[in-house]
C-alpha cells in the first residue's frame, strides 16, 4: 500500500524520488536527441522540407492508431512494468541510429521507422506515467508531483539543449545520440526500484474479460461529454496542431534561412526555456492567488503570444526575439499543463485514469502530426517563413473555446471522485461499465 504524503512532502517520499531521479536523467537525454535527430536529417541527409516534416509525423503518428488501446492495456496492467519495458525498448531503438552511421548505412527512411517505433513505446509510456502517479503520490499531492516533473522538464529544457549543441559540435549528431540512449537505461533501472505497486482490476475464475472497444469508448466518452475535459481538450488539440505548423519546420528555418549554428540554436533554446521552468515553479502559487479555471485560460492565453515573435525575429539579429518567444511559450504552456493534467487526474476515478488520459493524447496529441505535415507542405509551397506566420497567427484563436467555456469559473481544486454513481457520470458525461451510454450533451457544445 501506499503510504500517505503531507502536501509539500514528497520530497521524504522515496519511489516518488526515485521515479522523479530517473525521469530527470532521462528528460536530460531526449532533450539531446531532439536536437540530434533534426539536425542529423537537416545537414548531414540533406532532407527535403517535406521529408523533414514527416520526422514529427512519424514520431507522434502513433499517437493516432495506438493510444486509445494503449488505454485499456493500461488500466488493465502493471503501469510500472510499462514504464520500465518502455525506457528499455527506447534505449535499444536510439542506439540502432550511431550504429547505422558508423557503418555508413543511415539513410532518412531509417529515421521515419525509428521514430515511429519508439513513438510506440512513447506513447504506452505516457498514457502509464500519468496514470501511474495518482496511485503513487495520492490525489493531495498532485499538483506538488505535477510541477516537480515538469520542473524537471524544463530544467532539461534549459540545460539539455546546450549539451546537445556541444555534443553536436564536437562529435557529431549521431554519437549524440548515445547520450540519450544511456539516459533511458538509467531511468529504467530508477523505476526497476520503485517499490509501489498499484492495484489492477483482477478477473475472477470464469469470468469474461471485457471487450476492447466498449472500454475504449468509455474513456473517450468520459473526456468528450465532460463539461470541462471536451473544452481542454478542444483547445490543447487546437494548440498542437497549430504550433505543429510552427515547430515542424522552425529548425529548419533556423539553419537554413537565420544561418545559426548548432551552438546558437542550444543557446536559444537553453535561456528561452528559463520561462518553463518559472512556469513549473510558480504554476501553483498562480493557481492559488487567482483559482483553476482562470489560471487555465489565462495561461493558455499568454503562451499563444509567443509564437508570434519566431516570424518577427529580423536576420541580422534574431536570438533576442527567438528566445524572448521561447520563455513566453514556455512559461505558459508549463503552468497550463501543471493544471490541467492535475484537474484532470482529480476529478478522474482511478479506475478511468488510463483510458482518460489516453483519450486526452489520442485528441490533443493526434493533431501533431496533422499539424507537422501542413508545416511541411506550407512551406513547400510557399516559404519556411510563412509557414511560421500561418503557424503563429492561428495559435492566437485557439484559446477561443476554452475562454468561452465554464473551465473559467473553477476556482479550487474539485474533491477527488473515487467512482462516481450513475447519475453522476451521466450528468458529467461520463459512462460506468455496466451502465448504458448518456446522451450527448449537445447543448454546451
Known amino acids: 500500500m501506499r503510504k500517505p504524503t503531507l502536501s509539500g512532502n514528497l520530497w521524504k517520499h522515496a ?19 531532439q536536437l540530434a535527430i533534426p539536425f542529423l536529417a537537416a545537414k548531414s541527409l540533406h532532407a527535403s522540407p517535406l521529408s523533414f516534416s514527416l520526422l514529427g509525423v512519424f514520431a507522434f503518428m502513433p499517437f493516432i492508431l495506438f493510444a486509445l488501446p494503449a488505454g485499456v492495456w493500461v488500466d488493465r496492467l502493471h503501469r510500472r512494468n510499462i514504464l520500465i519495458v518502455g525506457d528499455a525498448a ?23 521507422v525509428l521514430e515511429f517505433v519508439i513513438g510506440i513505446f512513447t506513447v504506452f509510456f505516457d498514457v502509464a506515467y500519468q496514470s501511474y502517479l495518482p496511485s503513487l503520490v495520492g490525489r493531495d499531492d498532485l499538483i506538488e508531483g505535477n510541477s516537480k516533473l515538469q520542473l524537471t522538464v524544463s530544467v532539461a529544457q534549459i540545460g539539455g539543449p546546450g ?8 562529435i557529431t549528431a549521431p554519437y549524440a545520440i548515445v547520450v540519450d540512449a544511456v539516459s533511458f537505461v538509467i531511468s529504467s533501472i530508477f523505476m526497476i526500484r520503485v517499490r509501489h ?75 528561452g526555456s528559463a520561462g518553463s521552468a518559472i512556469g513549473a515553479i510558480y504554476a501553483n502559487k498562480i493557481r492559488m ?89 506550407l512551406a ?39 467512482e462516481p454513481t450513475p447519475a453522476e457520470a451521466e450528468l458529467a458525461g461520463g459512462l460506468i461499465e455496466g451502465h448504458p451510454l448518456p446522451e450527448p450533451a449537445a447543448a454546451d457544445l
Open 15 to 33: 519511489d516518488f524520488m526515485r521515479m522523479w531521479k530517473g525521469q530527470s536523467i532521462s528528460e536530460v537525454g531526449s532533450q539531446v536527441s
Open 90 to 112: 527506447r534505449a535499444l531503438l536510439l542506439a540502432i541510429i550511431p550504429i547505422l552511421w558508423a557503418l555508413h548505412d543511415l539513410r532518412i527512411w531509417h529515421l521515419l
Open 163 to 170: 549539451l546537445s549543441g556541444t555534443l553536436i559540435g564536437f
Open 197 to 271: 505497486r498499484e492495484a489492477v482490476p483482477e478477473q475472477k475464475d470464469g469470468e469474461v474479460r471485457p471487450k476492447m472497444w466498449p472500454q475504449v469508448k468509455e474513456g473517450l466518452n468520459w473526456v468528450v461529454g465532460h463539461r470541462w475535459l471536451r473544452y481542454i481538450a478542444t483547445f490543447t488539440a487546437t494548440s498542437n496542431f497549430m504550433t505543429s505548423v510552427l515547430f515542424s519546420i522552425f529548425l529548419l528555418y533556423c539553419v537554413r534561412t537565420l544561418q545559426l549554428s548548432s551552438f546558437a540554436i542550444g543557446f536559444m533554446f537553453a535561456v
Open 289 to 377: 492567488r487567482f483559482g483553476v479555471g482562470p489560471t487555465i485560460v489565462g495561461t493558455a492565453i499568454f503562451s499563444s503570444f509567443g509564437g508570434l515573435l519566431y516570424p518577427l525575429a529580423p536576420h541580422s539579429f534574431p536570438l533576442p526575439f527567438l528566445m524572448l518567444g521561447q520563455a513566453i511559450f514556455g512559461f505558459g504552456a508549463v503552468a497550463y499543463n501543471i493544471t490541467q493534467v492535475s484537474l484532470r487526474q482529480t476529478i478522474t476515478p482511478e479506475r478511468l485514469q488510463g483510458r482518460m488520459n489516453a483519450a486526452m493524447r489520442w485528441i490533443v496529441w493526434g493533431t501533431i502530426p496533422l499539424g507537422t505535415i501542413t508545416g511541411g507542405a
Open 380 to 418: 513547400t509551397v510557399w516559404s519556411l517563413h510563412t509557414a511560421l506566420w500561418i503557424g503563429a497567427i492561428g495559435e492566437l484563436f485557439a484559446a477561443v473555446p476554452l475562454l468561452l467555456s465554464t473551465v473559467r469559473h473553477i476556482g479550487e481544486m474539485p474533491p477527488g471522485v473515487e
